[in-house]
């Protein structure tokens, strides 16, 4: 991709390497990293990108995006990525990939002003309330009620997988309002203050051993009627273009070339039958295959981008990037697990470098099978690729 950036491309990779060089320390990733000084560090850094117009990229200028050509965000995209600067689990994406476009396409004036600078400058974490107990891949089958009494909404349900629930200061959900006709017609769209009397949060850990998921319950939850996005009972059209935006940036072509690149330094580093991984031809092989997919799989998302920056809006393409990109990069940990080989079930508390690195190894190979299951089963997607682009 190189020699198609022109020389003002070329300066602005050396400011995006320069500002990462400058500002993503060893020290503030440790702080990330570590649970108990996760929030406080994470927020640091969006402030920190935030201060260099860098937050939303995405968003338009008027609301604090930046304008870039499609070229500039991969640029952008990539160098963080390969930096480890930004990945696919950022808490961000709540706030500035799902409900910061919501809000900027079908909300009122009052709501920009609220909600989009906090967003911005991350005094405001979001999460996401879309999942139930009953209602997953058929989310219009939905049931957390909100009747309206007076000047508020009286919200009583439970949503399933919040991720970051826990961290949260504002949820957006998905409500039902009415029952009476076609499911798909009686959502709403409710932003929800996460301080509102009635709110429980409760912890899921997952398969990683860590806590990011949640329950998040709402007995008689009152939210003022100003918090409803566009009009009642047409939330399932905001859902829906929340999802298609959810789903542009979940291929996750950096972060996998960024894994493409250190399983070719571990097969170096790794030794089997008495020469180095990378010697091996199977192994080659291997590492081959899912690299030609890769790079297939980035020029699709490119070309998703600039029809996207071209004022399409991304549809069943946006599946198609969902699909392949989770795949691929489970198909990368798969990898990376059988490179682990036998330091996999050795708990690092001694520190050992290899021990670490099988740890992290098997944290991200179960967090990753998650990949195909969020922002929409794999599945699913396949049914929305049968449907749209095949005709079925
Ligand atoms: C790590 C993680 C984080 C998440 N974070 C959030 C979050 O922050 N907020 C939120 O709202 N949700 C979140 N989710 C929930 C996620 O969106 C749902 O798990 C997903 O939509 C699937 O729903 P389900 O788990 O109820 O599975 P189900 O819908 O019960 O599906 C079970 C299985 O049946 C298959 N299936 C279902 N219907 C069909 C069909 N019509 N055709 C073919 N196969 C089908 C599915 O593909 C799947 O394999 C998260 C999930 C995970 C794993």
Known sequence: MD????????????????????????????????????????????????????????????????????????????????????????????????????????????????FLPKILTSDEWWCQGYSEPGSGSDLASLKTKAELEGDHYVVNGAKIWTTYAHYADWIFCLVRTDSSGRKQEGISFLLIDMKTPGIKVNP?????GRHTLNETEFNNVRVPKEN?????????????????????????????????????????????????????PYFQQRISDIEIDLMALEFTELRVLSAAAAGKEPGAESSVLKLRGSEIAKA???????????????????????HSFANKTRIDFMYGRASSVYGGTNEIQKNIIAKAVLGF
């Open 3 to 114: 020699t198609t950036f022109t020389p003002e491309e070329r300066v602005f990779r050396d400011e995006v390497r320069t500002w990462i060089k400058r500002y993503w320390t060893e020290e503030l990733a440790n702080r990330i990293a570590d649970k108990s000084t996760f929030k406080e560090a994470q927020t640091e850094l969006q402030k920190l990108l935030n201060d260099q117009g860098w937050m939303a990229p995405g968003w338009p200028e008027e609301y604090g995006g930046t304008g870039w050509s499609v070229t500039r965000r991969y640029i952008y995209n990539t160098e963080m990525a390969r930096a480890g600067v930004l990945g696919p689990a950022d808490p961000m994406v709540f706030g500035v990939s799902m409900v910061g476009p919501v809000i900027y396409t079908y909300g009122n004036e009052e709501q920009k002003k609220r």
């Open 228 to 280: 409803l996005i566009g009009e009642q009972d047409k939330g399932w059209t905001y859902a829906k273009s929340l999802l298609t935006h959810e789903r542009l940036y979940v291929a996750n072509v950096s972060q996998s070339k960024r894994s493409l690149a250190e399983l070719k330094k571990l097969a170096e580093r790794e030794w089997a039958g008495g020469q180095p991984l990378a010697a091996d």
């Open 204 to 208: 899921i850990i997952g398969i990683d």
């Open 332 to 354: 990368l940990q798969d990898i990376k697990m059988d490179v682990a080989g036998y330091y996999a079930g050795i708990d690092d508390a001694d520190n050992n470098a290899n």
